[in-house]
Structure formats: C-alpha cells, structure tokens
T-cell receptor, first 111, second 117 residues
Framework: QQPVQSPQAVILREGEDAVINCSSS?????VHWYRQKHGEAPVFLMI?????EQKGHDKISASFNEKKQQSSLYLTASQLSYSGTYFC????????????FGTGTRLQVTL | GAVVSQHPSWVICKSGTSVKIECRSL??????MFWYRQFPKQSLMLMAT?????????EQGVEKDKFLINHASLTLSTLTVTSAHPEDSSFYIC?????????????FGDGTRLSIL
C-alpha cells in the first residue's frame, strides 16, 4: 500500500519553512526523499536508514521514526528553487531495494 | 553527470504500434533495474523489477504480456509496450542502483513521455 503524504499541497513565501510528512502502514527499512520538477525525473535528496536518524544538507533535513513508521522532511528558509513535488519512497523489510513512492506533496514557493 | 540514460525521451505514435524504451546504467553495473509509470499529477507507480539474466517481476495489475521487459546485460534493460493504445499514454521512468536493502539511492533516467494517438 502506498505511503500517505501530508499535506497534499502547500504554498510558501520565500524564506518560510515547511514540513512534509510521510506515513506508512507497513514496517519500514528505509525512507528516501525525492523532489520532482514538472516534466522531469525525480531527483534524489536523501536516505534515512535507521530509526530516529536525522539527516540533512543545506536547509533541507529529514527525520525517521521507525516505531511510528513515519518520516518528515523539513524545509527551512525556502527558496524559489524548492518548488516542485516531493515524494517519499519507502523500502519495506523483506522487499530488498524496491521503492514504493508516497502520494506526493506539491510545494510552491512564491516571492 | 547522468548515471542512468533513458531513450527515447518522447514518443508519439499510432494506436497498435509497439514501442521500445531503453534504460542504460552508465557508470555501474546494475543487476536490478526498476520501471515506473506516472500519470499526470499522480505519483510514480512501480510496474516491474527487471532482473539481469532472469524474468522480470511484475507488480499486481501490470500485464506482463503487454509490457515486455528484457534485461540482457548488466547495463541495459528495455521495456516494450506492445500494441500500445491511448490509455497507455504516460510518463515511463526507469531507475537503477541501490544495493540489497537499499542503503544507496536509486538513480533515475530522464523518463520517456509516450503519447499514443
């Protein structure tokens, strides 16, 4: 079953922060985060492998709560270039390498 | 630079035509590649897992006789949409990479936009 993301869509002004959540009904081995611009392939952002792990680069970071089967992506001081659709991709225990993509969150950053 | 190359990027053809899409890993050998389909404003849905030297594994609801997958070498997987119809029009994307239990990212091709008239 597909992981559910929230919110479905969000509009931000440049400089504002956002949180995108990803919730799975199955036990997770790892969570991947991708951003996709319209008409393009997804671009890898980061992987979270262990429960409770937090990773980040620049102003984008993420956390992984293995027990709750959830992950969150944090975007701080958003830039116009952050606009796009964000997908979490989950790898479940026992399904080596197979990514199941979440429902997606459309993010638009405006001036 | 790109580590996965997908070709062609855009195909427009008549109903009933078969269309072949290629996915190549450029810098590494990929025993496993994945094929996804994405309809407008929707998420990526995994169609099948392509396994080098053996049969592909299809997701539930994907017709294996319609979407033929061949993974004859460690760097090339092909997806053939046989007798394509307008409802097959979609964005098809392949990916490669990721070891067992995926602590490495998957790398995506640029996608193929298929339009069936």
């Amino acid at each position: 079953q597909q992981p559910v993301q929230s919110p479905q869509a969000v509009i931000l002004r440049e400089g504002e922060d956002a949180v995108i959540n990803c919730s799975s009904s199955k036990a997770l081995y790892s969570v991947h985060w991708y951003r996709q611009k319209h008409g393009e392939a997804p671009v890898f952002l980061m992987i979270l492998l262990k429960g409770g792990e937090q990773k980040g680069h620049d102003k984008i970071s993420a956390s992984f709560n293995e027990k709750k089967q959830q992950s969150s992506l944090y975007l701080t001081a958003s830039q116009l270039s952050y606009s796009g659709t964000y997908f979490c991709g989950t790898v479940h225990s026992g399904t080596a390498s197979k990514l199941t993509f979440g429902t997606g969150t459309r993010l638009q950053v405006t001036l | 630079g790109a580590v996965v190359s997908q070709h062609p990027s855009w195909v427009i053809c008549k109903s009933g035509t078969s269309v072949k899409i290629e996915c190549r890993s450029l810098d590494f050998q990929a025993t496993t590649m994945f094929w996804y389909r994405q309809f407008p404003k929707q998420s990526l849905m995994l169609m099948a897992t392509s396994n080098e030297g053996s049969k592909a594994t299809y997701e539930q609801g994907v017709e294996k006789d319609k979407f033929l997958i061949n993974h004859a070498s460690l760097t090339l997987s092909t997806l053939t949409v046989t007798s394509a119809h307008p409802e097959d029009s979609s964005f098809y994307i392949c990916s490669a990479g990721g070891s067992s239990y995926s602590n490495q990212p998957q790398h995506f091709g640029d996608g193929t936009r298929l339009s069936i008239l």
